[in-house]
């Protein structure tokens, strides 16, 4: 049942996150080496694995820096403990925020999480606080005229996705979103990809079963709020059930 994305213009502020290609492929590294680490080498038998290779890709991670982080995290080796942690809090406006991390200190970073939620007129919060209030979901951009809607709708339902979101992408081309439950995404994907479908984008996403609309001055606050927690080393995505209005977001 297809629907339109109300997230989308300010799920991760794209435009930012891909200006920084050093930092994602830092992070796709990290998150390679924790999988491996914990769960061994195989992709095939190892999901966390297979979904920080398949953002790898996304990224453009070439592929030796790949391989190598697998070896880091089979092989161990000191200062390479990375874990996952997750942080939840309220930014301005009420709105609830999640932040993933990868780290090997643990300490630190939620004392830099605590810092910039304050900073920002931001409430940090304890775990499990906001995070019942969003769905893990794997989510494909398939770019195509609106027009397609039934035709994509037919071929992601098809192939075992939860829904079909109209949406468009941060250069305003049209497109859905396609979600999927997080163990189905590797399958979907290939299956709009056999159907000749432009599939942009995969990733897995925290993503709000409610939005909370922001306007005002909480918008500009809200926003400088996820770029600093963008901005910090260990962290790896933003969420936020924010919606805001084309004519509020900055330009």
Known sequence: MAGHNKWSKIKHRKKVVDKR??????MCSRAIISAARQ???DPNFNFALRAAMEEARYHNVPLENVERAVKKGVGGGEGENYEAVRYEGYGPG???????????????????????????????GAAGCVSHQFD?????????PHAQEDSIIEAALGA???DV?????DGGIEGFDVLTDPTTLT???????????AVAESSFEMIPQTTVAVTGPSVKALLELIEALEDNEDVKKVFTAAEIADADLPE
């Open 21 to 26: 290609r050093s930092k994602a492929w830092t």
């Open 39 to 41: 769960g061994g080498p």
């Open 94 to 124: 009420g709105v609830p925020v999640i932040v993933d991390a990868l780290t090997n200190n643990r300490a630190r970073t939620a004392g830099d999480m605590r810092l910039i939620f304050a900073d920002y007129e931001g409430k940090f």
């Open 136 to 144: 893990h979901k794997g989510r494909i951009f398939v770019k195509a």
């Open 160 to 162: 075992g996705a939860d």
């Open 165 to 169: 979101l109209k949406s468009e992408d």
């Open 187 to 197: 399958q979907v994907k290939a299956a709009l990809v056999a159907a000749k479908l």
